[in-house]
């Protein structure tokens, strides 16, 4: 599984493994929906072992990010690399997301 | 030259001779990452693992191959896509055409802009745009061509993307 979640100080915190992309990104919106449901409402996404997101993957992270805000929740990202951030950056993403540079930053105040 | 299918509106190659790899490939989302790794790998001698050369060729090949299979070729299995590369005149330069009808792509709005930044979907061929030294499509809309630079001095320089805009 590319994605696996874990519950750290209360609040759910997702691994992405490999690539965030068109083939698999259902998998995560899957995920995060179900914790959703399940009365989750504080993620982090974390990308330290992500090699590559495509405009695909980003696009469900706005979503999710967008449902997750709809119900008074929040999700973050970390440990994005610097091939990453420029997507990002490039993509403007970077004012609609809490980017942070470590898991444990992410996770301070949330 | 493989002909074993036809592409309507294919024109002329923006190099000359012979390409120096071509892939045939199924129009299935799978073969996107393998034919990225093929390419970045004979382009390797010219510097394609560096930095910026690495980001702007799997990101443009990514989302034009992306694009070719779920919207040019409509996620048909019987169609097929077309990777052509050629390293000339110290550029890499892909051409990845589908079996579509094409589509217009001077119709495609800003992603960046903030009605749109809540969209899911429109920034494929907007980071290609912001990525790559040059993105250009034949008439019909179906091939896309896209080159990236590897002057001697370049290749894993940190490039001002923003200038791009």
């Known amino acids: 599984m590319p994605f696996s979640a874990e519950k750290v100080n209360g609040v759910m915190v997702i691994d992405v493994e490999g690539q965030l992309i068109v083939g698999n990104r259902q998998e995560l919106k899957q995920k995060i929906l179900e914790e959703l449901d399940r009365g989750e409402r504080r993620f982090v996404v974390d990308f330290a072992r992500t090699g590559y997101i495509d405009s695909s993957g980003l696009g469900v992270l706005v979503s999710l990010s967008k449902k997750v805000r709809e119900v008074g929740g929040e999700l973050r990202l970390a440990n994005l690399n610097d091939d990453l951030r420029t997507l990002f950056e490039l993509t403007k993403l970077d004012t609609l997301f809490q980017i942070y540079d470590s898991r444990e930053a992410a996770l301070q105040g949330l | ?165």
């Open chain 2, 1 to 165: 030259m493989d002909r074993r299918f036809s592409f309507p509106g294919a024109c002329d190659a923006p190099w000359s001779g012979p390409p120096d790899l071509v892939l045939d490939l199924p129009n299935d989302l799978a073969s996107i990452e393998e034919a990225v790794n093929a390419v970045l790998e004979h382009c390797a001698f010219c510097g394609a693992n560096r930095g910026r050369v690495r980001l702007k060729l799997r990101v443009g090949l990514w989302e034009a191959l992306a694009n070719a299979i779920l919207y040019g070729n409509q996620a048909d299995p019987a169609k097929r896509v077309r990777v052509e590369v050629a390293v000339r005149d110290s550029a890499i330069t892909a051409r990845i055409t589908d079996q579509g009808s094409g589509f217009d792509p001077h119709s495609l709005p800003d992603p960046t802009r903030p009605e749109n930044l809540l969209r899911p979907e429109g920034r494929g061929i907007f980071l290609m745009r912001k990525l790559l030294d040059e993105v250009f499509y034949n008439d019909q809309g179906n091939s896309v061509t896209l080159v990236v630079r590897i002057q001697e001095g370049n290749p894993g320089r940190e490039t001002d993307f923003g200038a791009r805009a």
